[in-house]
T-cell receptor
Framework: AQSVSQHNHHVILSEAASLELGCNYSYGGTVNLFWYVQYPGQHLQLLLKYFSGDPLVKGIKGFEAEFIKSKFSFNLRKPSVQWSDTAEYFCAVSNFGNEKLTFGTGTRLTIIP | NAGVTQTPKFRVLKTGQSMTLLCAQDMNHEYMYWYRQDPGMGLRLIHYSVGEGTTAKGEVPDGYNVSRLKKQNFLLGLESAAPSQTSVYFC???????????FGSGTRLTVV
């Protein structure tokens, strides 16, 4: 079964710092990859997704992620974070032909003004 | 366009009581899901449905039942609530896995 690892449980950064959150998955077949964001007290919202093509994908609010197939990774990046980026971030993976998403345990991001 | 609507938003149950959580989507999505979210554990799939009249077990199905009698609705039932079922429950729907999920706003359930 697919599993997703997010090794950073809580990341604390100052505003304007650069961000990289790690995501690794276990199954090496064809996959669809997602990052979701959950702002405090809200539901999950899609940040970006990858299913084919350019391995560097850009999402909303200046976020981007790079799919590295050889490393089974899909890390999330942002060059300069803002206080409003404080949220929990979830990586999720689905295998080709399987409609179920497997989520990582999440990374809590705290931005200090 | 409402998207995915969950009711109720909050509920407190006593151990042994039963309840039903309702999820409704207006996007004509085939696939619907129920997840629970617990601190440090991310989202875990309880049950899901690949179309009207179908249901299947997810990762943590014990203690829950579901029904999908209409395409737009997916109900999650707790027959005899236990404190271990205290959680935030999210419903989601999707057109297919390439597009990702649309989530509801969640139901915070406390079992005392």
């Amino acid at each position: 079964a697919q599993s997703v690892s997010q090794h950073n449980h809580h990341v604390i950064l100052s505003e304007a710092a650069s961000l990289e959150l790690g995501c690794n998955y276990s199954y090496g077949g064809t996959v669809n990859l997602f990052w979701y964001v959950q702002y405090p007290g809200q539901h999950l919202q899609l940040l970006l997704k990858y299913f084919s093509g350019d391995p560097l994908v850009k999402g909303i609010k200046g976020f981007e992620a790079e799919f590295i197939k050889s490393k089974f990774s899909f890390n999330l990046r942002k060059p300069s974070v803002q206080w409003s980026d404080t949220a929990e971030y979830f990586c999720a993976v689905s295998n080709f032909g399987n409609e179920k998403l497997t989520f990582g345990t999440g990374t809590r991001l705290t931005i200090i003004p | 366009n409402a998207g995915v609507t969950q009711t109720p938003k909050f509920r407190v149950l006593k151990t042994g009581q039963s309840m039903t959580l309702l999820c409704a989507q207006d996007m004509n999505h085939e696939y619907m899901y129920w997840y629970r979210q617990d601190p440090g554990m991310g989202l875990r799939l309880i049950h899901y449905s690949v179309g009207e009249g179908t249901t299947a077990k997810g990762e943590v199905p014990d203690g829950y039942n579901v029904s999908r009698l209409k395409k737009q609705n997916f109900l999650l039932g707790l027959e005899s609530a236990a404190p271990s079922q205290t959680s935030v429950y999210f419903c989601a729907s999707s057109l297919n896995s390439v597009y990702g999920y649309t989530f509801g706003s969640g139901t915070r359930l406390t079992v005392v």
